[in-house]
């Protein structure tokens, strides 16, 4: 069973930056070698969204929500085995609680073009609140 925590929420002006992470950790200490992991984020009365994708191995393939693309950047320590997501340029309608989720049985292929958009991944962290004030 894969174990996920997130950390590094807060509230900030809009136009700032704040960066979430994410550890990932297995009960035996297993670490997989290839697995996609992905931010998702859910704001008040509306549904759970995906806001960017990264697969652990070969070219690590990103994908990223239209709404974050050039202002987020999703990447990946595997010596720390530790998710990141870099926000820039923060807006008031980034504010959400921010989810991590891991799937190690997903594809390369499946974490670049679906993932993002069907949330169907098996594990996923608590959640971690980014406020973003006008």
């Known amino acids: 069973r894969v174990q996920l925590v997130e950390s590094g929420g807060g509230s900030v002006q809009a136009g700032g930056s704040l960066r979430l992470s994410c550890t990932v950790s297995t009960r035996n200490g297993y670490i997989y070698n290839r697995s996609c992991l992905g931010w998702f984020r859910q704001a008040p009365g509306q549904e759970r969204g995906g806001v960017a994708t990264?697969?652990?191995?070969?070219?690590?393939?990103?994908y990223y929500a239209s709404s974050v693309k050039g202002r987020f950047t999703i990447s990946h320590n595997n010596a720390k085995n530790t998710l990141y997501l870099q926000m820039n340029l923060l807006k008031p309608e980034d504010t959400a609680v921010y989810y991590c989720?891991?799937?190690?049985?997903?594809?390369?292929?499946?974490?670049?073009?679906?993932?993002?958009?069907?949330?169907?991944?098996?594990?996923w962290g608590q959640g971690t609140q980014v406020t973003v004030s006008s």
């Open positions: 990264i697969y652990t191995e070969g070219d690590h393939s990103v």
């Open positions: 989720a891991a799937d190690p049985a997903m594809s390369g292929t499946y974490c670049y073009r679906t993932a993002g958009a069907k949330g169907d991944f098996d594990f």
